[in-house]
């Protein structure tokens, strides 16, 4: 598979992985900002190849694990009004609310619950039941959200009345910087989101070296595309040089996507969000503008669902801020496993409690 | 032709004019066409016995559909316990409403099914239930095999050095299940790889007997089956990842859907833990037969880090293999 | 969050492309980009292309990677 198979290529990954032993000297911490990158970094088992001076941190750039137990309910409650059919991505079907799971409730009550790969998939389900009305549970970061905007934008040029989305929506340089003002964290570099930059382009970077003089590189998935950025941030780092760089140069430029912003700043306005376990980041989510109101489902359902406090031990918060790793939390692997889940780290695939159970410690 | 009514499985006229139809001409043997409640025949050996039900939806799909599934699956089952399949049961419950066309189709890939791998159906049943009851049509498989080499083929045999190989390349039957479902299309259209590995088992064996554990990796995926092995024998195992074969366009189908292809279903291939003097000749018998082609020697059964099977991946670190945990989904994240 | 690959467009129809990888076929959308043609390659991510591939770019990481592999053998 081209563009894929090269950066696979182990002679590449071995003499990076020497470069990196070369050249390390300091203890250093970073940051893998993406959930897909933390996957992707036990899935090749990177962290085994690396000189014990470099820390790699799991952040909390996993949308499906922050997305706040309040509004898994509120898809639930959606999934029961009468004549609904609720689509959503494959990933959310198994992040508990406070009454359970969408997959459960699927079982449980005979909801018409379906996963769907795309959200232009639930607007074809939309098109073929217009007896029925179509809920899409919008969730995401600005990878994702664009392509939502295009459907809503498409939903709206075409007149269909009977499709809606329950918008999670989340963006990316908010978080990183609400990480940088947490001061114990002592961070000394970011591994950026690769298809997240391909939208809001490396520009939107620039405050990590410019305010907080910290280094950061935007990087693919590839084993060798990360093990090249952690390379570079380790050069940077060691040459006392903070910048911004990129990595994924046949995907990312400066400016990014800006088609594809436009549709979505078109579609969706910020508003402030709750991070399940981190708590409220001003301005990092995203809700549909005037222009586009009538798509949203809580609004058109009048869904109403109490606030629920999240009351658990679970140490989420502080491993999703990178303070904490996973065994650290008491409930690791004894009352928190994949299949019962407490917090949003061990929930979604690519949480960090998740992928440590799956993969491994020495990854 | 009709549809399945209910009365067709009241055991009246109906019943048996649809035995004699559609069931006995497809499966005509002197067993059934005895028309009684039971087979009975004479084994002198060692017997091996199993069963399987066969749900999947949906029920036609390239390569094959439910019936062929519900032959391969419990022939292959004897098999990996180094038995040669004899002898099927097949209870069929059918919805009330089911196409008779579409049962005529399914049975006649039985048939097929039955005649390659050598096997007859000695007896069945068939139940009709009221329409929203069953999903179409459920079918049961029984088998019975003999076992005539001195082998003792079991999950919790696997030794110490042994080698794991695998018969050909993984996640086919799953990706084509979920061709339609997802909307993907292929260059080269991906089939099930359903098939029967009576054969390919008996040649594995006549090169040798040292072989210490069997398994078709379906549900769950070929993750899923070197995960049961190495707890029921407490032992380690390490695969490693550019050994393993997968299609281009498996690979490609996976990529899209963010599946992993070691979880991916299969139901044509299987997972041998041989004593290592023993692997190569029995590698070289596996791809003398049809459905041995692709055999690859994956990885070995190691004394450390036991329960935990190891995967060395390309560029050369490890990742710990877990067993599947509810359903793959598809994934945007 | 951005499971995102590769592929290359092989038809065009209005906004939505047929795109292939490995073999395996799949259409999606083309509104969040711009100047596609059959034959490029674009990032695939919840069936719409988020952009298209930079082949000279990616050549130049692959030279890059060479020469890095090259020091460290010689």
Known sequence: MRFIDEFRESEYAKAIVDKIHYISRKNVKLMEVCGTHTVAIFKSGIRGLLPAAIKLISGPGCPVCVTPMTDIDKAIALARQKDVIFTTFGDMMRVPGSLGTLQKKKADEGLDIRIVYSPLDALKIARDNKDKKVAFFSAGFETTTPAIAATVFQAHMDGLSNFFILPVNKTVPPAIKALLDTAELGLDGFICPGHVSVLIGSNAYKFIAEKYKRSAVISGFEPVDILLSIYMLIKQIEEKDARVEIEYKRAVTPEGNKKAMGIMWDVFEPCDADWRGIGVIPESGLRLTKKYEMFDAVKHFGINVPAVEDKTSCNCGDILRGLKEPPECRLFGKVCTPENPVGPCMVSEEGSCSAYYRFGANG | MGKILLAHGSGGKLSHELIEKYFLPYFKNPFLELLNDQAVFDVHSRVAFTTDSYVVDPIFFPGGNIGDLAINGTVNDLSMAGAKPLYLSAGFILEEGFPIKELEEILASMKKAADEASVIIVTGDTKVVNKGKADKIFINTSGIGIIEKPVNISANNLKIGDKIIISGAIGEHGIAVMTKREGLEFKKEIKSDTAPLNSLVADMLSASTDIHALRDPTRGGLATILKEFAISSNVGIVIYEDKIPVKDEVSGACEILGLDPLFVANEGRLIASVFPESAEAVLKAMRKNKYGRDAEIIGEVAAEHKGVVILKTRIGGKRVIDMLMGEQLPRIC | ?74
């Open chain 3, 1 to 74: 969050m951005c499971l995102g690959i590769p592929a290359k467009v092989i038809k065009i129809d209005d906004h939505l492309a047929i795109v292939e990888i490995g073999g395996a076929r799949k259409e999606i959308g083309l509104l969040l980009v711009d100047d596609i043609s059959v034959g490029d390659y674009v990032i695939v991510h919840a069936g719409y292309a988020i952009n298209k591939i930079n082949e000279k770019e990616a050549e130049e990481t692959i030279s890059l990677l060479r020469r890095l592999a090259d020091e460290v053998y010689r």
